[in-house]
T-cell receptor, first 112, second 114 residues
Framework: GDSVTQMEGPVTLSEEAFLTINCTYT??????LFWYVQYPGEGLQLLLK?????DKGSNKGFEATYRKETTSFHLEKGSVQVSDSAVYFC???????????FGTGTKLQVIP | DAGITQSPRHKVTETGTPVTLRCHQT?????MYWYRQDPGHGLRLIHY???????DKGEVSDGYSVSRSKTEDFLLTLESATSSQTSVYFC?????????????FGEGSRLTVL
């Protein structure tokens, strides 16, 4: 079945540091890939997405590229801010309305 | 804002009592989902619905039931709550026009079973 593996957290970075959160997946066919972000006390919200191989999703300075050859969708940001502190979830949908599969989440803490 | 409201937002109950969580949407989309969020597990699907009175089980459905008598409301019921059901529950919708699987989430309902 479908699965998503993302790096264990928490990740602690200083402000303006470079961020990478790794995500790899297993899925049938050609899934759509997502990064969701969850701020404290809130629900998840979509950060970015990519629907086919080599697509790059981007939003709020975050980027991720759909790499089919390595089955990866790593999240990157060049310079993190304190306001980026949150939990980040990688997810996929391999088709149909039944299910979106989520990773376990990676908590990011950015310190001034 | 996808117009999703969950209630109650917080609830403390005792083992063996029934609990119902409500998800209300204002946009009348077909697909609605209930997930639970637990440390180390991410989000896991409990039940989903693809229309009025059309529901199906997710990966962690044991101990839960759902009902959808109106498009806008999706209810999650714990018939007899157990401590293992202490969790944060999220409702989500998928917009009918959305083909990629993108979900929109409510703010969550934190349930504590003592």
């Amino acid at each position: 079945g479908d699965s998503v593996t993302q790096m264990e957290g928490p990740v602690t970075l200083s402000e303006e540091a470079f961020l990478t959160i790794n995500c790899t997946y297993t899925a049938t066919g050609y899934p759509s890939l997502f990064w969701y972000v969850q701020y404290p006390g809130e629900g998840l919200q979509l950060l970015l997405k990519a629907t086919k191989a080599d697509d790059k999703g981007s939003n709020k300075g975050f980027e991720a590229t759909y790499r089919k050859e390595t089955t990866s969708f790593h999240l990157e940001k060049g310079s993190v801010q304190v306001s980026d502190s949150a939990v980040y979830f990688c997810a996929l949908n391999s088709g149909g309305y039944q299910k979106v599969t989520f990773g376990t989440g990676t908590k990011l803490q950015v310190i001034p | 804002d996808a117009g999703i409201t969950q209630s109650p937002r917080h609830k403390v109950t005792e083992t063996g009592t029934p609990v119902t969580l409500r998800c209300h949407q204002t946009e009348n989309h077909r697909y609605m989902y209930w997930y639970r969020q637990d440390p180390g597990h991410g989000l896991r699907l409990i039940h989903y619905s693809y229309g009025v009175k059309d529901t199906d089980k997710g990966e962690v459905s044991d101990g839960y039931s759902v009902s959808r008598s109106k498009t806008e409301d999706f209810l999650l019921t714990l018939e007899s709550a157990t401590s293992s059901q202490t969790s944060v529950y999220f409702c989500a919708i998928r917009r009918d026009s959305e083909n990629t699987g993108e979900l929109f989430f409510g703010e969550g309902s934190r349930l504590t079973v003592l």
